[in-house]
């Protein structure tokens, strides 16, 4: 469940924020009459990621040489978008006010499709990441818990994207992202081994003898206590390096502050 809870509250909170950042935008510049097409794009977003989810997780659930191939490219894909999000964190505000320029000085029709198609592809891609994510870790998995921890980080991101509303020019983004990318990088190496694990069990890696990789790896399964140790390790790391940031800042401005005296 807190694999579950992490991962919607990061994704759902980035997702959030991706929704914030374009209707102020559009407020701002006056362009309200393209506001729709952002709620229309996050409708058709949520709808296609859900499905994709339900494809992933019907497939995983019935064949473990998918769920361990899922597990794979979940494992890559996390790891290398999550590197990129760190990377341009402090540009993120102006990279997605330039797409939304771009789109706007349209047509009235293609200012229309161009912010729609915009909000869907963004939006899409961290419901489609959540979904390969999920759906990587469900098989084997109860669905109540799944549920309750999807539910749960849902409500936290919602909750914690109006205080950055709100507040935020209190809130260090930079600093948020590359807390809970760590997060992500950890989650994606799980995937990556869960992955050999099953995909060895298949006996599907080529030109080697599968049977030591499976065995090596059986303690990363759901169940393992690595895997269990692993799960709460991806809740501390984060928390660990976001206080460990804050008193480092605070501490940095403090000495600024006595220098400037």
Not at 16 to 27: G, P, R
Not at 165 to 189: D, E, M, P, Y
Not at 228 to 242: D, E, H, K, N, R
Request: net charge negative.
């Amino acid at each position: 469940m807190i694999d579950t809870l992490l991962i919607t509250f990061r994704e759902g909170l980035e997702a959030f924020l991706i929704v914030a950042i374009t209707l102020a935008y559009l407020t701002k510049t006056n362009r309200l009459a393209l506001i729709p097409a952002v709620y229309a794009g996050v409708g058709v977003a949520i709808l296609l990621s859900s499905y994709i989810g339900y494809r992933i997780g019907d497939e995983a659930e019935e064949n473990p040489a998918v769920e361990g191939i899922m597990s794979l490219v979940a494992g890559f894909l996390v790891a290398s978008m999550t590197l990129y999000v760190m990377k341009t964190a402090t540009s993120l505000r102006s990279a997605i006010g330039n797409q939304l320029e771009r789109h706007a000085v349209k047509p009235t029709l293609g200012a229309l499709i161009g912010i729609f198609g915009f909000t869907v592809l963004m939006i899409a891609r961290e419901g489609i990441e959540t979904a390969v994510m999920l759906g990587a870790i469900s098989a084997g998995s109860d669905a109540s818990s799944l549920l309750i921890g999807a539910i749960s980080g849902l409500v936290l991101a919602a909750s914690a994207g109006v205080i950055w509303v709100k507040q935020s020019h209190k809130i260090n983004l930079r600093l948020f992202l590359q807390a809970t990318g760590i997060f992500l990088i950890l989650f994606s190496i799980r995937l990556f081994v869960y992955g050999i694990h099953e995909v060895s069990e298949m006996d599907l890696i080529p030109y080697v003898d599968n049977s030591p990789i499976h065995i090596a790896t059986e303690p990363f399964g759901h169940d393992g206590l690595p895997a269990q140790i692993l799960s709460y390790g991806l809740l501390a790391v984060p928390c660990l390096w976001l206080a460990f940031t804050f008193i480092k800042d605070h501490f940095q401005k403090t000495n600024e502050a006595a220098a400037a005296e």
